[in-house]
């Protein structure tokens, strides 16, 4: 390309592949090809007709991938394949999806045995996790690199045109604009009627030699650009997540009084899980407004909230050593109030309820046939939640009653009514029959050196107190005998020994203990560590005999495995405790993405409501030119114009697009 | 302005623009690189091959092994088979008879198998090893604290580790007889 097509009559020199002189903007010849001015009446304004150098030099290899990357169709094919590509990743479920209770969760065999050639296929392409598949990630990073040289080849030679245009703009150049208007005889009066009226409109006006440029709204032309730039931070963003130093995301369970360390903090912390707490909606809260709603749903979560204490390890202990451990802090883990420390966040994120904390068995005598007790043990206690204080004990022989029990500590109880097998008839207490099955009392509570006295029912099932909130003393059942029982003992789950003995001699032994008990091909197996559904297989060995007699024993599940044995377990009780699950993040690249977004909404704004606007007005013999272009609302400028004319000889501007259609 | 003027201006800017694309290349280049590589090379387990195995000390759960506790830095000069395993996992206990008929073997030749339990109580563990009559020292990891020191996922998982310390192969599933075998030898002090 010689010299001279780029340097313009007007004077102006203009880089390589200029389609429209930066300074007057005349067409530069030889190179409308470029924008596709060739047959077109109007101009192609792209850019400003500014040479977008990637179009030009393709002489070296750094040179061939510039272009390549600075083709915005490119830049749309990478984007509809990473599309295609995404869509396509949704049709079989991700792998970190499999059901838990597939087969195999090998993705390896699991994708080919479910979904058959298909699955394999979606497999071997990566697309089970195609999020961390080497070539979407790569598809994703063009995009970036095609965002990244795109703005650039575009942004530096627009800006320059722009700033290098002259007021005075070629002939050819005005004609060839969408809006343009010839009028023969213009006064100069006129003419600063106009310029004063386009000021007023906050238009910045040029004048060289009679010649106008009026612009408006420059500055909106940045906005595409400002709006790449913060596409690109949260890109980088995304890129700085990949390091652990920056980023992690961790899952950990934790049961009610357990301390473990938590994951992705180099053994560093400890969580201690001190409750858990779920909570529904209360019908009748909001003055019963969602009653019905409720009734329909069934129960609705209103709280999940793990009370949770951090400790630091002390020192330098190695793993498996029983740690040095310093509390950090303390507090409430709510969905969405996470806890912070140091820099973790724990959100409260899963929870499983009703786990087995430990299990109580009482060994009866087979021929025992209805449960009838022997003896309850009460307990008696404040009602005081903070402080909850023991008062005493005392254990009520159901054969041989008293009428008053005196505790220690000067306390006395009187058994008012007693009802051995207690059932509820139109609100009032009734019992079935004089044999113990169900006993439950009506006691007077009278403390020490006082004549007054809490009036208290206590059952099976708990206890009511006559004097309702204001009562200070609590009755509760805190053990009690069946009738021919040979005594009872509980398993505790975190720690089960090998073997109970009994006050009376007798032994019992754990042959074998399923946390989560199923049966599999006929075969008792444990599904996980976690006492979901505890079973046992016990061997009893009564006081006066060395022959074990063995039962399967479980929630819901009583089999003897010997044959004639005279003692039977039997489930007398069993605690429950549940389990939370804590997602652990640490996350420093938050910033990064919020700065992305603030900066990419900048430049959508920036380029969606303001206009770039340009009035030229080019005086000719008697009379002048009037031609405007704006990159967007056409309608805007021309009533820009109208008002800028009125009451003026000029002419009003001409849409030549609209006249070829 | 003439052409001759315009000659070495023009070239300096070509050579101007061509370091700028370098430049600019360069550095995507270099971004992409880092988060392929640093994206594809996250494991599942925290330790890779060729790293020092990370020292920790637990409680001996074998009874009728003579060391209350073992701390794997005293192994050192030995080959170590480090298994992590539970009761209720299939695949884990498939393989422990492997483990316990070449145990007597290798632990002449210098090598040490040593099972970590990550089941929760030790009651199961004791069930276990009278069960399958185990005489390597099993582990308890009780706080899951040597679990998550070597970021283990699912079970079984086996460590290998040579006298020197250092972790020369992981295997991530169950083991066969003749592939056990073969890892041992690796390991095995010469």
Wanted: proline share 5%; glycine share 6%; with cysteine.
């Amino acid at each position: 390309m010689s010299i001279d097509k780029v340097k313009c009559e007007c004077g102006h020199v203009n880089p390589e592949g200029t389609v429209l002189c930066e300074a007057c903007g005349k067409p530069i010849e030889g190179n409308q090809h470029i924008d596709g001015n060739d047959k077109q009446k109007l101009l192609n304004m792209r850019y400003d007709g500014s040479a977008r150098r990637s179009q030009t030099y393709n002489k070296s290899i750094i040179d061939k991938i510039w272009s390549f990357f600075s083709s915005v169709k490119v830049g749309v094919w990478l984007i509809v394949l990473a599309l295609v590509a995404s869509a396509i990743g949704t049709i079989f479920p991700q792998e970190q999806y499999i059901p838990p209770d597939a087969v195999s969760r090998d993705p390896a065999v699991y994708y080919e045995g479910t979904y058959g050639i298909f699955g394999k296929i979606y497999y071997q392409l990566g697309f089970h996790h195609l999020y961390s598949s080497w070539w979407y990630m790569l598809l994703i990073a063009l995009i970036g690199i095609s965002l990244v040289i795109c703005s650039l080849d575009r942004f530096v030679p627009l800006y320059k045109a722009l700033k290098r245009q002259k007021a005075k703009r070629h002939e050819t150049f005005l004609n060839r604009q969408r809006l343009y208007s010839k009028t023969e005889n213009v006064t100069q009066e006129e003419k600063e009627k106009v310029i004063a009226r386009l000021k007023k409109q906050r238009y910045k006006v040029r004048d060289e030699n009679g010649h106008i440029l009026a612009e408006k709204g420059r500055f909106s032309r940045w906005g595409p650009y400002v709006n790449h730039i913060g596409l690109i931070i949260i890109l980088l963003a995304a890129i700085l997540r990949m390091t652990p130093l920056l980023f992690s995301d961790d899952y950990v369970w934790v049961r009610e009084g357990q301390r473990i360390v938590i994951p992705s903090t180099d053994g560093e912390y400890y969580i201690e899980n001190k409750d858990f707490i779920l909570e529904t909606w209360d019908p009748e809260e909001a003055g019963g407004k969602f009653k019905d709603a409720l009734e329909k749903q069934g129960a609705v979560a209103k709280n999940y909230q793990t009370n949770a204490v951090i400790y630091k390890k002390k020192g330098d202990s190695i793993p498996g050593e029983e740690p040095d451990l310093e509390k950090v802090t303390e507090g409430e883990i709510r969905l969405n109030q996470p806890l912070k420390f140091d820099k973790y966040t724990l959100y409260q994120s899963g929870y499983q309820q009703n786990e087995f904390t430990s299990m109580a068995f009482n060994i009866l005598r087979s021929d025992a046939k209805d449960e009838e007790y022997k003896n309850l043990t009460f307990k008696l206690h404040t009602t005081d939640e903070e402080n909850d204080k023991t008062l005493g004990t005392f254990t009520i022989d159901l054969n041989d009653q008293k009428e008053v029990y005196k505790l220690d500590n000067g306390f006395r109880v009187q058994v008012e009514e007693y009802y051995p097998d207690y059932y509820l008839e139109g609100g009032k207490p009734e019992s079935h029959s004089d044999k113990p099955r169900n006993p439950a009392f009506v006691f007077f509570v009278s403390p020490p050196d006082s004549d007054k006295s809490e009036t208290s029912f206590v059952g099976l099932d708990g206890s009511i107190s006559a004097a309702g909130e204001d009562s200070q003393y609590q009755l509760d059942i805190e053990d009690y005998k069946l009738k021919g029982e040979l005594g009872t003992f509980k398993i505790d789950l975190n720690e089960p020994k090998s073997e109970y003995e009994l006050n009376n001699g007798t032994r019992v032994v754990i042959d074998e203990y399923y946390p989560d008990y199923a049966e599999e091909d006929g075969q008792a197996i444990s599904k996980s560590k976690y006492p979901r559904n505890p079973a046992f297989e016990l061997s009893v060995y009564p006081p006066d005999s060395d022959k074990a007699e063995k039962s399967f024993v479980g929630i819901g599940k009583n089999d003897p495995m010997t044959k004639g044995n005279q003692y039977r377990l039997g489930l007398a009780g069993y605690e429950l405790h549940d389990v939370s699950g804590i997602q652990v993040k640490k996350d420093y690249t938050l910033p990064f993405f919020i700065l992305g977004a603030i900066i990419f909404m900048i430049g959508v704004v920036q380029g969606m409501y303001w206009h770039h606007r340009r009035i030229w007005i080019h005086p000719k013999d008697n009379g002048l030119l009037v031609a405007a272009h704006t990159n967007k609302n056409w309608f805007g400028i021309k009533k820009d114009i109208e008002k800028a004319i009125e009451g003026t000889n000029i002419n009003m501007v001409v849409d030549q697009q609209e006249l070829e259609d | 302005m003439t052409e001759r003027k315009i000659g070495p201006n023009k070239k300096k800017k070509k050579r101007n623009r061509l370091i700028f694309r370098s430049i600019i290349l360069a550095i995507l280049l270099v971004a992409v690189v880092y988060a392929l590589v640093s994206n594809l090379s996250k494991d599942e387990t925290k330790i890779d091959t060729g790293d020092q195995a990370p020292d920790f000390t637990l409680e001996q759960v074998n009874a009728n092994n003579e060391l209350e506790s073992i701390k794997l830095s005293d192994l050192k000069g030995k080959g170590v088979m480090l298994n992590f395993w539970a009761t209720y996992c299939k695949p884990c206990e498939a393989e422990m008879p492997y483990m316990e008929k070449l145990y007597p073997a290798y632990k002449d030749k210098g090598i040490e198998i040593v099972a970590v339990s990550l089941d929760a109580t030790q009651l199961v563990i004791d069930r276990f090893i009278d069960k399958y009559d185990l005489t390597f020292p099993v582990l308890h990891d009780t706080k899951s604290q040597v679990m998550d020191q070597y970021g283990v996922g699912p079970i079984p998982s086996t460590f290998f580790i040579n006298p020197d310390g250092e972790v020369v192969e992981i295997v991530e599933g169950a083991l066969t007889l003749d592939k056990l075998e073969g890892y041992l030898q690796q390991i095995a002090p010469k």
